[in-house]
Structures are given as structure tokens and as C-alpha cells.
């Protein structure tokens, strides 16, 4: 048996105007998705428990099987894990985006937050944008007087450490979530231990505004990296090993450093595959590729497809709805379709982490759809896989017991109703 796991990162939604007021995933096209759907049993699950993020720092952490209220510490963390940096005691790690800023003369505070990924940056203007604000003396000396390291990777998602850190009542405000806003109520706040965050990202500014790097990606026609931002705050953590509570070894194909992170800490392989992006041209054939050497290795892997969330954050309807379609068309049917040709059981849970909202461009924590699907049974229950379709199935509250659902390990109502209907059809 084999067990794989699936999530569309941020592909469940709102009702959308210009869909008729239907979601991307009622108006996607994705039959073997569907085809699923029909055959097993689709509900609906909060991933996000409040008073947490509403993000997949949450959200991802829940679906692997660690409740968030008692391992949430932070996000950055997981993904120093990820990147193999060890977090020291007293250390804290921050997200540190590269991001875009309005342009124009008002003053920082007045400008708007256009990007939270500098306009989907490529790696390398990333490294340079980077070593142009490291290689600047007054910054280079701001960071060691608050005691920070940034740590440069080939993405807008660049990773910082403060030693000797106390992050206690600082609030730092994911930039995603305030798309079109002004950053000046934006900035990190709360006592004086957040002025040195605020200042550095004033002085990146101010540095990087007119910078030849950021002036060669305007002259392209692209959104300018012009600033930083610092979010995702947390301390160490340490998560219990998946091999311990499933009884089995994994793998975790995906291009997010967080996805990975989460991984490596519960003890499973993480895969990094040459073009993954994260975003709509990602490398979808190496992703698959992966899953399928994986699972020759393992009984669990998990693929995570980033594309829809970050489509929906850039305003990319369109693009959304072909994140969604591709997920079944390039993913989910030829995997499906090479393990019944090998005459393989599986069992597979797929669903979206989060809501990623149209409407807003940032995530929401509401209840996402989820599916079940058993290729040994056919529940006949018919249907589709989409958020009115979860909403009329079952309600799993915790996020966390998905995971022991798909190895057969939860006593839920779920998995005795389901299990009460195969008894009748086989009666029948």
C-alpha cells in the first residue's frame, strides 16, 4: 500500500464575480481529481485553528500531524530546517522577503506594499539584490548591531537570525496579506525591541530604491526590489518523528522551503527538483518524476504544488484556475493512472492547505475542502471535489488527525461511515 499526499497550496477560495460567483475549484477543469471525488468521500477541515496564522505555517504543520497549538512556534524556524541552519538557544528566525514598494517621492510610510515577492523574482537578481544591501557598509553595520544574520537564497524568501533575541510583544505582519496597503502602520511594532526591524527596513529602502540592481529590473519592465520585510518570527522547534507515529519512512517533494522544513523535522526525505519554482512554471514533469522514484523508496510522500497560492497572490485569476487544472492534468492522473497500471494500492488524501482569497489576494482560515480517496473502494457517493462539495460532507475540526485518517490509524465518524458503507455494498 502506498500513501500520498497532495496539497494545492492555497487552491480553495470564495465564490469569485467574474466565475459567476463560483470558486476556481468548481470552475477548474480536473476530472481525475473528480474522478476521485466520486469514488471516495469528500468533507471539509479546519487546517488553521485560531488564534494562529492564518498561512501554511499553520496550516502545513496541522496536515503532517502536529497539532499547531501545542509545535507552533514560528514559521522561519521550519524553514532554517529546511536550509540545515541550527537554531542556537536564545536564537530567534525571521522570514526576510524581498519585496516591492510603491514608487514615487511621498515618504515610506505612505507607500504601498505591491509585490511580497518583489514580482516573483528570479534567483539570481535575487542574489544580487541581496549583495548589494550586505555589501553596504551602514547596513552591514546595522545588522551586527542588532545581531543579525541574513542567510541569501535564490528566491524573494530570504531567511534572518537574531542572537540574544527576546521577541516578546514585537508584532510582525505578514506582507501578503496587506497587498495595496500603506506600510507605515505595517512595520514591525509593539515595544523598542521592534525598532531595530523597522530601521533596518527603512535603510534597505533607501538603499536598494535606486540602486543599479533595482533600476536594471524597472528598465525590464519589472517590479522593482526595493525593499525588505521581516515576518514569520519564532524560536526552535522540535517535532515528533513521522517513523515513530505512522509507522513508515517519506519523502516531501516541494519548491517551498517551509513544506521542506516541516518535513526534515518530522524525520522524512526532503526533495528538491531542478526547475520547482513555486510558481505557475514550476517544473511540473520533474516534480512528478520525483514522487514516482520516491514512492519506489517509500510507502509516503507528500507533493506540494505552491502555484495556486502564489498565482492568487499576484491577482492571477487565470493563472490560478491553471495551477489548479495542471495539478490534475500534469500531477494527479499520470501518478494515478502509473500506479493502477502497476497494479499498486494506494490511498490519497489531496487538498488545499488554506483559502487563498481572490478577493483580498491574501489567506484566509476558513474550513478548505479534503478528500479521501482508497483505490481498493468505491463509496459510490458520487460528486466532485470542491468547497461546496466539503461543506456537505463531513467536518474534521482538527487539521492534525488527517494524517491518521489516511493510514487508517483514526477512529473518526468519518472512517466508520465510510468504512460502513463498503461493508453494505459488499452485502449488496
Sequence with gaps: MKYVLVIGDGMADNPVPQLDHKTPLQTANIPAIDRMAARGLVGSVVNCPKPLPAGSETAILAIFGCDPLRYFTGRSPMEAAAA?????????????????????????????????????????????TVEALLSEPRFAQALKDAKIEIHRFPAFRQLAVQHESNIEGITFIPPHDHLGEEVGPLFPSGNGRAKPFADLMRLAHEILDHHPVTEKRRAAGKLPANGIWFWAE?????????????????AVVSAVPLVHGIGVLRGLEMVEVEGATGELDTNFSGKLEAVWQKLQEYDFVCLHLEAPDECTHNGDLAGKLQAIEWLDSKLVAPLLSRLEAGGISCRVLLLSDHKTLTATRGHDGDPVPFLLYDSRRDTGHGGVYDEPAGEKGPFIENGSVLLDMLFEKALTDFHNNYMEEETHERKI
Design 84 to 128: 540545515g541552519i541550527q537554531l542556537l538557544p536564545g536564537d530567534a528566525a525571521f522570514r526576510c522577503n524581498l519585496v516591492s514598494l510603491e514608487d514615487g517621492s511621498q515618504p515610506l510610510e505612505k507607500k504601498k506594499i505591491l509585490s511580497h515577492s518583489a514580482g516573483s523574482i528570479d534567483g539570481e537578481s535575487a542574489l544580487e
Design 234 to 250: 519564532g524560536t526552535a522547534v522540535e517535532l515528533p518523528k513521522f517513523q515513530d507515529q505512522y509507522g513508515c519512512g517519506g
